[in-house]
């Protein structure tokens, strides 16, 4: 077991970004991500049954929700497993977040606040080639803002390669800790900066108390148990597929 949380696994996610005291973790995370666009002054965590009531298998997503003190809804999720719909899934949610702020009445003024969704991706989508991705409604033909109403930003983790000396930006520095976290033998830049070195006293295993302990070592064994599930099924397809190739291509031979 590393020094620090996994990031990754349920209770590592909760414990970074999901509890009252790393609220000042996650303002200054989504702060340094909307870096000369936004500044969250607070917020409040929210019940996830009021945005998620879907059956999804939970396997390995994990979610926090939120709302600023200007209304507005945040959704931070750490997604481990691969999904061909998960741009579409996004979509559907921000949507379901928005339109349950209706009121009735004809006195409503569709008022609605902004929501954004901020997804931590430990996989790659073949259409999106870049680390991170900021998605808004645009006017297609003047290429401008139309509104920021619904903000989508997806951060493809094996996409972001720098080294702890290369991290410049604020931001970088933020996402190189995420990273890799769960392998750091100390938490980078603590020194230089107070935030980060509150995320180690959090985050750190030997600080945690025993009953936080006993749910996060619960939840790493879920998370490899998991992990190892999949990729003991995609290398059992994989034999498979190699093996009804050459069936294949040794019938294929003596037909011919």
Known sequence: MGRFVNPFTDEGFKIVFGQEISKPLLLDFLNSLLEGEEHIVDVTFSDKEQV???????????????????????????????QGYFKKRSIYYLSRAISRQGEKGKEWRYDIKAV????????????????????????????????????????????????????????EKWIYIFKNMNILERMPWAAQNAVFEKLGELAEVAHLGTEERDRYERSLKHYRDTIDVFETAKEDGYAEGRAEGRAEGRAEGRAE
């Open 52 to 82: 998620t009531d879907y059956e999804d298998d939970r396997l390995l997503i994990y979610d926090v929700f939120c709302t600023t003190s200007d209304g507005e809804k945040i959704i931070v999720e750490m997604q481990n497993k691969k």
């Open 116 to 171: 954004y969704f901020v997804a931590f991706m430990n996989f790659q989508l073949p259409d999106l080639p870049d680390f991170r991705t900021d998605v808004v409604l645009m006017d297609v033909k003047n290429k401008v803002v139309f509104s920021k109403d619904i903000r989508m930003t997806f951060l493809q983790l094996p996409l972001f390669t720098k080294e702890q000396e290369e991290c410049e930006t604020y931001f």
